[in-house]
Nanobody, 118 residues
Framework: EVQLVESGGDLVQPGGSLRLSCAVSGFTVSSSAMSWIRQAPGKGLEWISTIYTYTTSRSYTDSVKGRFTISTDNAKNTLYLQMNSLKPEDTAMYYC???????????WGQGTQVTVSP
C-alpha cells in the first residue's frame, strides 16, 4: 500500500537548520514528482517546493529560495527537505505529497511540525 511518513520536525531557533524526511512505500520516488507543502497556524496550504525526479529539476516558492533544498535518496526511496536560515514565519506543519498525472496531489503524508522560535 501507499504510505508517506514525514519525520524530522522540531523546535529550532531562528537561523537554525533542520532536515525533513519523507519515507515512501508503495511507489518509486525516482520515477515520480514529489512536493513539500506547508500550513502555517491559521493559514491555508502553501506549496513550497517540487522535485521532478525523472529530470532532477527543482522548483521553489520565492520565500524559501536560497534557504531550502529539496532532494531524494533513491536507494532509500525517501524525499528530503533541507531547511537553513530558518525564520519564525517558517513555522508550520510540513507535508510531503506525490504529484499525480493531473498535476494535483494524490498521496499525502501525515505531516511533521516545524516550530521556529527563540
Amino acid at each position: 500500500e501507499v504510505q508517506l511518513v514525514e519525520s524530522g520536525g522540531d523546535l529550532v531557533q531562528p537561523g537554525g537548520s533542520l532536515r525533513l524526511s519523507c519515507a515512501v512505500s508503495g511507489f518509486t520516488v525516482s520515477s515520480s514528482a514529489m512536493s513539500w507543502i506547508r500550513q502555517a497556524p491559521g493559514k491555508g496550504l502553501e506549496w513550497i517546493s517540487t522535485i521532478y525526479t525523472y529530470t532532477t529539476s527543482r522548483s521553489y516558492t520565492d520565500s524559501v529560495k536560497g534557504r531550502f533544498t529539496i532532494s531524494t535518496d533513491n536507494a532509500k526511496n525517501t524525499l528530503y527537505l533541507q531547511m537553513n536560515s530558518l525564520k519564525p514565519e517558517d513555522t508550520a506543519m510540513y507535508y510531503c505529497a506525490h504529484v499525480d498525472g493531473g498535476l494535483g496531489y494524490d498521496y499525502w503524508g501525515q505531516g511533521t511540525q516545524v516550530t521556529v522560535s527563540p
